[in-house]
């Protein structure tokens, strides 16, 4: 079936270091993929998303490129801060008309000063 | 733009009782969506909604929740009764058309 996987967490890192977060996708056809962000006492935001193969989808710093070839839509900035802190869930769309979104498990980043 | 309005925010109930989740969409969103999100894992749709009709309900637990969406916009999940493992955030999220879903904060609940 559909599914995602992403790296456990947590994450922690300094304050302007580099953030990879590793998101790997099984699905039959061609989802779309997002990474969401949950602030802590908030809901998800959309963070970022890409509806097709070599897309590359932006915001706020964050960048993540749909690979076809491995499966992966992983998730980079070039120098987190602090309030970067939160947890993020890689997730696809598949069904069509549905829209029924398929998470991964979250992953929990601590920037520290 | 006003987002998707959930309530309460915190719920805490004994094992056996009853409790309702109230979920407001934003305007002009004719799909609604309730996800269960047990701590340490990523949301799971528990039913979805078009307008006031049923699109998924797969993954819905019908032995003791219930879900309704009476006039195509807010709408009401239950739980009766609630057991331990029910203890999660309750996630409500809407749509139009396109592929994004806007969530609430959500309710979180406890079960004791």
């Known amino acids: 079936g559909n599914s995602v996987t992403q790296m456990e967490g947590p994450v922690t890192l300094s304050e302007e270091a580099f953030l990879t977060i590793n998101c790997t996708y099984t699905?039959?056809?061609?989802?779309?993929l997002f990474w969401y962000v949950q602030y802590p006492g908030e809901g998800l935001q959309l963070l970022l998303k890409?509806?097709?193969?070599?897309d590359k989808g932006s915001n706020k710093g964050f960048e993540a490129t749909y690979r076809k070839e491995t499966t992966s839509f992983h998730l980079e900035k070039g120098s987190v801060q602090v309030s970067d802190s939160a947890v993020y869930f890689c997730?696809?769309?598949?069904?069509?008309?549905?829209?029924?979104?398929?998470f991964g498990t979250g992953t929990l980043l601590a920037v520290q000063p | 733009e006003a987002g998707v309005a959930q309530s309460p925010r915190y719920k805490i109930i004994e094992k056996r009782q009853s409790v309702a989740f109230w979920c407001n969409p934003i305007?002009?969103?004719?799909?609604l969506y309730w996800y269960q999100q047990i701590l340490g894992q990523g949301p799971k749709l528990l039913i979805q909604?078009?307008?006031?009709?049923?699109?998924?309900d797969s993954q819905l637990p019908k032995d003791r929740f219930s879900a309704e969406r009476l006039k195509g916009v807010d709408s009401t999940l239950k739980i009766q009764p609630a057991k331990l493992e029910d203890s999660a955030v309750y996630l409500c999220?809407?749509?139009?058309?396109?592929?994004?879903?806007?969530f609430g904060a959500g309710t979180r609940l406890s079960v004791l």
């Open positions: 909604f078009q307008n006031n009709g049923v699109v998924d």
């Open positions: 999220a809407s749509n139009d058309r396109v592929d994004i879903q806007y």
């Open positions: 890409a509806t097709k193969a070599d």
């Open positions: 699905a039959t056809g061609y989802p779309s």
């Open positions: 305007s002009g969103h004719a799909t």
């Open positions: 997730a696809l769309v598949y069904g069509g008309a549905t829209n029924k979104l398929i």
